[in-house]
């Protein structure tokens, strides 16, 4: 079935480094992909998206590219802050409104000043 | 737009009673509605899948009896945990979509504690 791969953590980096937290996925055909953010004691909220190869997705100075040669959705950020401090979940879903979203393990994230 | 609410936030009830917890699409339309749960420090675990007006799908191992799901509209749905054990102590959340789109939009989430 399908599954999602991300790093383990948790990830300690200092104020303003670079950030990469590796996420692989196994689906069959074309899923959408997705990166959500869950800070402490909150719900989820999304971060970014891809719906097809070589899409690349951003926000708030995160990115993330699909890439469907190496099944992966690696998200990056050149510097980060300590308000980033939260879990990051990548996840991917296959066709639309009725297909259910198949999140990874999450990883957790603290930046220090 | 796209905002998805969830009542209460946090919930403490005693063993043996149960628990109703509200998701609510606040400015549009959802044709499905999904329950999560997620112990700490973990990821998400599907619970169920409900659609306006029909049953709900439940994931293999979730028993439907203890945690009875009612969509009933299009822009409302509940989750009752019934006779709740500690062991239910959980945090709940659910997600909503539009039709024809790939986001679910998230709820903030219910942290239920049963002593």
């Known amino acids: 079935g399908d599954s999602v791969t991300q790093m383990e953590g948790p990830v300690t980096l200092s104020e303003e480094a670079f950030l990469t937290i590796n996420c692989t996925y196994t689906a069959t055909g074309y899923p959408s992909l997705f990166w959500y953010v869950q800070y402490p004691g909150e719900g989820l909220q999304l971060l970014l998206k891809?719906?097809?190869?070589?899409d690349k997705g951003s926000n708030k100075g995160f990115e993330a590219t699909y890439r469907k040669e190496t099944t992966s959705f690696h998200l990056e950020k050149g510097s980060v802050q300590v308000s980033d401090s939260a879990v990051y979940f990548c996840a991917l879903r296959r066709g639309t409104s009725y297909d259910k979203v198949i999140f990874g393990p999450g990883t957790s994230l603290s930046v220090i000043p | 737009g796209a905002v998805v609410s969830q009542h209460p936030s946090w919930v403490i009830c005693k063993s043996g009673t149960s628990v109703k917890i509200e998701c609510r699409s606040l400015d549009f339309q959802a044709t499905t509605m999904f329950w999560y749960r997620q112990f700490p420090k973990q990821s998400l675990m599907l619970m169920a899948t409900s659609n306006e007006g029909s049953k709900a799908t439940y994931e293999q191992g979730v028993e439907k009896d203890k945690f009875l799901i009612n969509h009933a509209s299009l822009t409302l749905s509940t989750l009752t945990v019934t006779s709740a054990h500690p062991e239910d102590s959980s945090f709940y959340i659910c997600?909503?979509?539009?039709?024809?789109?790939?986001?679910?939009?998230f709820g903030p989430g219910t942290r239920l504690t049963v002593t």
């Open positions: 997600s909503a979509s539009r039709d024809s789109e790939y986001e679910q939009y």
């Open positions: 891809a719906t097809k190869a070589d």
